[in-house]
């Protein structure tokens, strides 16, 4: 287990508070010692949970596997009409990262970046109809090894605040490597072509890099 880069400057801040909380505790409310010592060892816990960056070893699949760009819970699976880039029903499917889950995503497919795109947006909580459109977000488009396109959406919710996104158009990219990472928590959607076999269900708990979330099939090259 290792901390996330993107939590360093805030674990520092979060440090610097707590030994000033402590530090101004003893000076002007001695008795109060112990309770400031427990409230800054809860702070810091909370926030390197949130940052924490687990090991692990990912599973080689097939190009038309599509796996899990995040930790946390599926809470959408519906056909809907998608009105960014694809401009056509699609399958989406929506994992929705509580603040105890591990914030890091990854890309669910390998492939080539065809469209990146952020949007300033509200931020509804992440399990708000509309969020998937009206929140912060950035939107991610792969050209999968067998032609296919997936979109993949990056969504800021109530808590998160701040989309990383390390990705650029004409990028060649590896499933399962790191594509970004969201602060607190929110929720990623993944679009799906119609006829792809989705192999999650509403509330199945998955984790980024390693769930298989569907399988879409294969264009002629």
Request: aromatic residues 10%; hydrophobic residues 45%; positive net charge.
């Amino acid at each position: 287990m290792k901390i996330h880069k993107e939590g360093t400057a805030t674990l520092l801040a979060g440090f610097v508070i707590c030994v000033a909380l402590v530090g101004l505790t003893n000076i002007f409310y001695p008795s109060w010692m112990i309770v400031s010592l427990v409230a800054a060892i809860f702070i810091m816990s909370i926030l390197l949970q949130f940052f924490r960056h687990p090991n692990r070893k990912f599973q080689p699949t097939e190009e038309n596997m599509v796996i899990a760009p995040a930790d946390g819970k599926v809470v959408v699976i519906e056909e809907v009409f998608e009105k960014e880039f694809f401009k056509a029903k699609r399958i989406q499917v929506s994992i929705f990262m509580s603040p105890m889950n591990v914030h890091v995503n990854r890309n669910p497919v390998t492939g080539s970046i065809v469209y990146n795109k952020y949007h300033p947006g509200k931020y509804l909580v992440a399990w708000h109809p509309k969020s998937s459109e009206e929140n912060e977000r950035t939107s991610i488009v792969y050209k999968m090894l067998n032609n296919q396109q997936l979109l993949m959406r990056q969504i800021a919710g109530a808590m998160a605040r701040r989309i990383i996104n390390y990705l650029s158009e004409g990028s060649v990219v590896t499933k399962g490597n790191e594509m970004g990472f969201i602060k607190f928590g929110s929720r990623v959607d993944l679009f799906f072509p119609l006829d792809s076999e989705i192999k999650v269900e509403i509330g199945s708990k998955v984790k980024g890099g390693i769930s298989l979330i569907g399988i879409v099939p294969d264009l002629p090259k």
